[in-house]
């Protein structure tokens, strides 16, 4: 069994190792300069957040966050943005479709708030390519079982675009997080294909019962199983034991640019699950690092 590269240096061999072109993530963050600004400016006070400091280790001008993940080996990116309040989802969803246009390697994609206008400004973005829509409940402060978004919801899961949904608890609660909320969302779209973020962070037991329940529902690692959240929302002991039943469901998300710790970490994190039970091994890895997100994202 390989196991993680050391540091950031070491990623691009390590992949190679493992015979896959390059990793696919699904889960990134890239914003208008100005939200993303903003984005910074909380994380720099995540203390008064979080109750523990979150030093963004990539902030850095859009060009260089974008040379970084070439040079990790980055072949496919979901450049992920989100609203919180009305009347940013349609711009942020206009400005993300053309981002993913524009960059190499980026995938158009959309986001959604219960709005006036909410369905025709996604319907315009899944027409125009967008290949993943970012839901953020915690951040939105929204109930992701709002009326105005039933037919939105069906409209995504009718596309098999994947929405990737913040609807965990973790790192903080909001208003409608909770998988027991969003597990309503998914009885009334059965077909909807969703990536809970953060494995549902910190309900994973709950996360991977949707995983069994729901047959396009997948998790992602973002953030999942490194030290720094460990120390929040630490992994049951038998993790990577109940991720061999589930293994072509599990994708690789990392948060980048927005992480407390190098890209490596994340990667690390993976190959110790990989590591820890003879059914995963690094098939699982080829999967969830390239396979399936490649598969989601349609590239």
Not at 17 to 25: S, T
Not at 215 to 226: I, Q
Request: one cysteine or more; charged letters at 20%.
């Amino acid at each position: 069994m390989t196991a993680g590269p050391a540091d950031d240096a070491a990623v691009a061999g390590w992949v190679r190792e493992l015979g896959i072109p390059g990793l696919v993530d699904v889960h990134t963050h890239f914003l208008p300069e100005r939200v993303m600004a903003k984005v910074w400016d909380y994380f720099a006070h995540a203390g008064e957040h979080y109750g523990t400091d979150w030093p963004v280790h990539y902030a850095l001008p859009e060009p260089e966050r974008l040379s970084v993940l070439r040079g990790l080996g980055v072949i496919g990116f979901a450049p992920l943005v989100y609203p919180h309040k009305p009347g940013m989802g349609a711009w942020l969803t206009e400005w993300a479709t053309e981002f993913g246009h524009r960059v190499d390697g980026a995938v158009p994609t959309a986001t959604l708030f219960p709005e006036p206008g909410v369905h025709d400004y996604v319907a315009a973005a899944l027409d125009a390519g967008a290949r993943a829509v970012k839901v953020h409940v915690q951040v939105g402060g929204f109930d992701p079982r709002d009326r105005q978004l039933d037919s939105t919801w069906g409209l995504v899961a009718d596309a098999g675009v994947p929405a990737v949904v913040h609807c965990g608890h973790g790192p903080i609660p909001g208003s409608f997080t909770g998988l027991d909320v969003f597990g309503e969302v998914l009885a009334r779209h059965p077909r909807l294909t969703a990536v809970l973020a953060h494995a549902g962070m910190p309900e994973f037991d709950t996360a991977l019962e949707l995983v069994a329940r729901f047959e396009r529902v997948h998790l992602d690692t973002t953030m999942v199983g490194t030290p720094f959240t460990e120390q929040m929302c630490a992994l049951p002991a038998d993790w990577a034991a109940r991720l061999v039943d589930v293994g072509d469901r599990v994708v690789l998300g990392t948060d980048f640019p927005n992480i407390p710790y190098d890209y490596a970490t994340q990667l690390r994190a993976i190959a110790g699950w990989a590591a820890a039970d003879d059914g995963l091994g690094e098939d699982f890895l080829r999967r969830v690092l390239h396979h399936t997100p490649a598969r989601l994202l349609g590239l």
